[in-house]
């Protein structure tokens, strides 16, 4: 009895060693991939970036006034308008300055006149030195009164200094008007201006500003290049240095005086390269940093140590050992992956 009791037991054992066996290796087929997010690196790249809020601003704004007075007859321009360079913006009344006008080239003639006879007998030698230089100073006096006489008929035109948009207008037509008295007031924006102020700590900086881009959201603008116009080399009352950038407008002009400005300013820093790392991809162990590799070839991750040397202050990790800069890394969920285990990618930041 005992020796067939034996190997039936033998074969039982047998057969559930298989099943369990068999069972193993297929719940290990069966194993499900995990879903990940994932960032690809940018390289070696070690910039610093500080953000800073400002508002556009105009290259100048210039009052406009009529250098005689009269009374205003013709305003050829409104608030808003574009203007060109040397483009007549108002007129005065010109008849005064006509007459004075005319009144001048009489006298002028007259004494040109004079003074030509006087030097034909000075030549002749029937005429004192003296008396010659006297008529020369009248004609010099009529000519200069000639030239002012026409210079004010010019000048009942306003004509527009430089090209830009009229901001304000001071007066309608039919008014009086002084010399003087401003009459518009012109923005020049042949370029514009952004300002904001550096707080005492990053003032030192501004000599290393590299590459500076601005973010005008509300003119659906980003990434506009800018340069450094000045620094001031005083702080203003809220103990911050002011300083001016300038930008080009579009091609549209939709940048306008008075937008707000993100400033996203890149500043080397002069300790060394180094690669740029999410702080969300980066995980402890031990006592060590690391990161999840994402292998594209057979979609598993592999876990990377790395050295790090600084935290920036855009959410970065300055990483300067352990990686190429080519990588891809995971950025979510890094403590619930195992080595060599496949994975799924939730994005497409690839």
């Known amino acids: 009895m005992r020796k067939q009791t034996l190997p039936l037991i033998t074969a039982l054992v047998l057969v559930a060693i298989s099943m369990v066996s068999c069972g193993s290796k297929g719940e290990a087929k069966q194993t499900p991939a995990r879903y990940v997010k994932v960032e690809q690196l940018g390289g070696n ?7 800073f809020h400002g508002q556009l601003k105009e290259k100048k704004e210039v009052s406009i006034a009529f250098k005689v007075g009269g009374q205003v007859y013709n305003v050829l321009v409104d608030e808003g308008d574009y203007v060109k360079k040397n483009q007549v913006i108002a007129r005065i009344d010109p008849r005064d300055y006509k007459i004075q006008l005319q009144s001048a080239k009489a006298q002028f003639i007259q004494v040109e006149g004079e003074y030509a006879r006087y030097k034909e007998l000075y030549k002749k030698n029937k005429l004192p030195i003296n008396t010659l230089e006297k008529m020369e100073a009248g004609y010099l006096a009529a000519k200069s009164g000639c030239e002012a006489a026409q210079n004010a008929l010019n000048d009942t035109e306003l004509k527009a200094p430089f090209e830009g948009y009229i901001y304000r207008k001071n007066i309608s037509n039919f008014e009086n008007v002084a010399p003087g008295q401003s009459i518009f007031a012109l923005l020049d924006v042949s370029h514009l201006e952004v300002h904001f102020s550096l707080p005492e700590s990053k003032v030192s900086t501004a000599k290393r500003f590299k590459d500076i881009e601005c973010d005008v959201q509300t003119a659906g603008l980003y990434g506009v290049k800018a340069e450094v116009l000045s620094v001031n080399e005083k702080a203003n009352g809220n103990d911050m240095f002011d300083v001016r950038l300038m930008v080009n407008n579009n091609k549209d002009n ?11 300013i890149q500043l080397p820093d002069e300790t060394g390269s180094g690669v740029m790392v999410p702080l969300e991809a980066i995980f402890q162990n031990e006592g060590k940093s690391y990161v999840w590799v994402f ?7 592999n876990k990377k140590a790395i050295q ?21 890394v995971v950025i979510a969920g890094v403590y619930s992956l195992t080595d060599n285990q496949p994975v799924k990618v939730l994005n497409n930041k690839l």
Request: proline residues 2%; glycine residues 8%; hydrophobic residues 35%.
């Open 254 to 264: 939709v940048l306008k005086p008075g937008m707000s400005v993100k400033v996203r």
């Open 45 to 51: 790249n070690n910039n610093e970036e500080l953000i």
């Open 295 to 301: 292998n594209r070839q057979n979609s598993v991750v």
């Open 308 to 328: 790090i040397s600084k935290l920036k202050n855009n959410g970065m990790m300055s990483v300067s050992s352990g990686l190429s800069g080519k990588e891809t």
